[in-house]
């Protein structure tokens, strides 16, 4: 299957005493952790914790919504900062999904998410890619093949296809914000289940959710977020016996 050469591969992320501030008040502070490639990271929290714009960080996507934004502390990707990386080069290493974007793929067809991700130079067809997009659960929904309207798709197969189009990016650093909420019970098995299997292709995949319980027994490395601080960090057994004591 052809892929998108990627020119570098992160296998450890570090983030020291980050910070971000907007006109003098913290969206997040303080927050320290480590992501490893091989793991699954789950970030729970309330919503208007912080969690968002934590994980924004990681694409420099904040600057579009808080033009006035500043930091401080460090996100080091294998040892190199975060901000001496091209933002083309950033949105390569780092693939970041929540429900806006979710929701967004019901105006657009396959080749047309397919040429927003990869340029309109990128030669895609369904038929190439059968066996992988079969993998993923979304080959059966694509109908029309590329001119499928991706509108027609159920939560599931949506889902799937974005899972499709990381793998294909090969991005290091998988970010699903609250996008896997919207999973029905019986669908969240299949997603995880997905989602181990890239993390143990040397991924490193980071969820983020307002249900704790639905993901917990997915995750190696569990963070607790409120009021834009970590209150929790580190395996997720012992936070049980912690919360249960």
Do not use: W
């Not at 591969?9 to 490893?36: C, P, Q």
């Not at 999904?97 to 990869?118: A, G, K, P, Q, W």
Request: one cysteine or more; a neutral charge; aromatic letters at 12%.
């Amino acid at each position: 299957m052809k892929k998108i050469k990627s020119q570098v591969n992160i296998t450890k992320v570090e983030v020291i005493d980050f910070s971000a501030r907007v006109h003098g008040n913290y969206l997040f502070e303080k927050i320290s952790t480590v992501f490893e490639a091989g793991n699954v990271i789950l970030l729970y929290g309330p919503r208007g914790s912080g969690k968002s714009a934590f994980l924004r960080s990681f694409a420099k996507l904040n600057e579009e919504i808080y033009p006035e934004i500043s930091y401080s502390g460090n996100i080091l990707f294998d040892g190199k900062d975060l901000q001496n990386f091209k933002e083309q080069e950033l949105r390569q290493l780092v693939t970041y999904l929540d429900t806006n974007y979710l929701e967004s793929l019901d105006y657009l067809t396959l080749r047309e998410i397919m040429h927003l991700v990869f340029g309109k130079s990128f030669k895609f067809s369904v038929e190439e890619y059968a066996s992988t997009l079969d993998e993923f659960g979304v080959l059966k929904a694509l109908y029309k093949f590329e001119r499928t309207p991706l509108s027609s798709l159920y939560v599931l197969e949506k889902i799937g296809l974005l899972l499709f189009i990381s793998s294909l990016k090969l991005s290091s650093l998988l970010i699903f914000d609250c996008i896997l909420d919207h999973l029905d019970d019986e669908h969240v098995e299949k997603v995880t289940n997905m989602l181990k299997s890239m993390a143990k292709n040397g991924k490193i995949v980071v969820i983020a959710t307002r249900t704790l319980k639905r993901f917990l027994a997915l995750a190696d490395t569990l963070n607790v977020m409120n009021c834009g601080r970590f209150v929790y960090s580190g395996r997720p057994d012992k936070f049980i016996l912690e919360g249960s004591s």
